[in-house]
């Protein structure tokens, strides 16, 4: 299989995501060039400092129209609103793609949109980055060994998808290839359900009203861990629960039912405890077990 | 402040903690020698080969009968089972200590049973460790910068207590000095709270019946911090929960709560969300302030 090549990726955000793919893609040599499009002049001169792009534009259409490969990398929402023009502005033949967390809405949207004005489109998402974001924090190497999402409907260009396959395989990742709404419900339970369970337990410490430096004083590892993805961008996840609340709402009862078995079994001292928590042990073992 | 020092200690419970506070006491040279206590004969053995103890002894009353300081470092469960014999078997003046993760009931039990042997106990809880066990895994930097619980009560002997303060501190714990209710009340939130809470996470994601390899080739940094907890294991946990269970309960309300607020709001696409998610940020990076 030929290696991924595109003369020209424009990166649409260069933040910790767009900017570490543009120095992957540098790095492995698999562009020419990458062109950072965004609204925030600073940001796009701290990514040229940084080496992650090569060239940077604050307009959308002028910065991607010349791209071969074009990435949105900005939050969820905004991916949606900027679809029609981005496509709009792609050169014929060139594929659009983009990192976003939820995959159902921007997919239909974008391969809907792409097939009325004769462009491409491929959803993808890449499981990486983390509770820090800002160009500061990119690097080449943050989608190594990370799980890569590429979507497939009746509606996807076979080449397109399978030069966006050999896009992200290249950058090693894991891919996994679905459906956008199976994808949806994947990541509302290994993404989206873990992130609001972090978000529930700080508001539950915080509401007990606890001296706040008392807290910090007395967390441990178990806690930090548990909380840490708490401390990520409100913005980003309040886009992502609105894209996809049903499939939140799904492994909310899962949850909700997982909780009153185990609390209630810790208050009636039902042997049945001992197990969940072997249970548990076990999987979550298996979990990192490669 | 004089350092702590005590000729003897004896550690009952070769494992993780055990085998930790031995190594730092020997390296902090709080004492001539270490006695090493416990069942399993393998495990002292390779206590011994890892000079975690300069000697062991399989029998209770012998093993801890010419220490100064007794450190139980068994379950919390067994530590309730084995402190009238260890107290019973201590020589006068000696002090008994614990590490357990409850305190209510240990130093309850530990203060009386003293009090009417004219001997000293004083309850510890010393937050380190992780969701390994084993001596094995013990290293004598283990406590440094870990919060560690004195516990006081009317009952608690001033001397015992300030000598207690001075072993843990020497150490490099931080030290949290309360009475037992508070200790459980706060533990409850910060340790039992976010275990049972990963526990549960892993029940919700098992209970949807998707492939595990499936899961474990999709799951990010996110799933495994919020539940690397889970993978404890379940025997100390049973006990810690079979003694904790009110104050468990009385958390699991304010987090039943919060889940209801920020999993409602989501199915609501309520504004409310925004600020949820925001102030749960801040607090959380505020915990990582030092």
């Known amino acids: 299989m030929e290696p991924a090549f595109f003369p020209r990726i424009a990166v649409v955000g260069v933040g910790l995501l767009g900017g570490s793919l543009g120095l992957a893609a540098r790095q492995r040599k698999l562009c020419r060039e990458v062109i950072g499009v ?32 074009i990435i949105l990398c900005t939050p969820v929402g905004h991916i949606l609103d900027t679809l029609p023009q981005v496509l709009a502005a792609a050169k014929p033949g060139a594929i659009v793609t983009d990192v976003g967390s939820t995959k159902s809405a921007i997919v239909r949207a974008g391969e809907e949109t792409a097939t009325r004005l004769g462009k491409l489109f491929v959803g993808s998402h890449p499981m990486a980055g983390s509770e820090k974001s800002g160009v500061r924090y990119a690097k080449p190497d943050l989608f190594e060994e990370s799980t890569c999402f590429v979507t497939k409907t009746t509606q996807t260009d076979p080449l397109a998808f399978s030069s966006v396959c050999r896009f992200w395989m290249a950058l090693e990742t894991r891919l996994v290839l679905c459906r956008p709404e199976r994808h949806d419900r994947l ?3 290994v993404s989206h359900l873990p992130h609001m369970v972090a978000v529930a337990l ?3 410490v915080e509401s007990l009203g606890e001296d706040k430096n008392l807290i910090r004083g007395i967390i441990g590892n178990g806690f930090r861990d548990t909380t840490r993805i708490a401390h990520g ?7 992502i629960c609105a894209q996809n609340n049903g499939e939140i709402a799904n492994v909310r009862k899962a949850f909700d039912d997982a909780v009153a078995r185990v609390f209630d079994s810790i208050q009636n001292q039902d042997p049945a405890l001992k197990a969940m928590l072997q249970n548990a042990s076990e999987y979550r073992g298996f979990l990192d077990n490669h």
């Open 38 to 69: 965004g609204r925030s002049r600073p940001a796009l001169e701290e990514a040229l400092r940084l080496e992650a792009v090569d060239q940077v534009s604050t307009d959308l259409a002028e910065g991607v129209a010349d791209a071969d490969l």
């Open 187 to 189: 990541v509302a339970l």
């Open 202 to 204: 700080v508001q539950a």
């Open 233 to 239: 961008s409100a913005d980003m996840w309040e886009d």
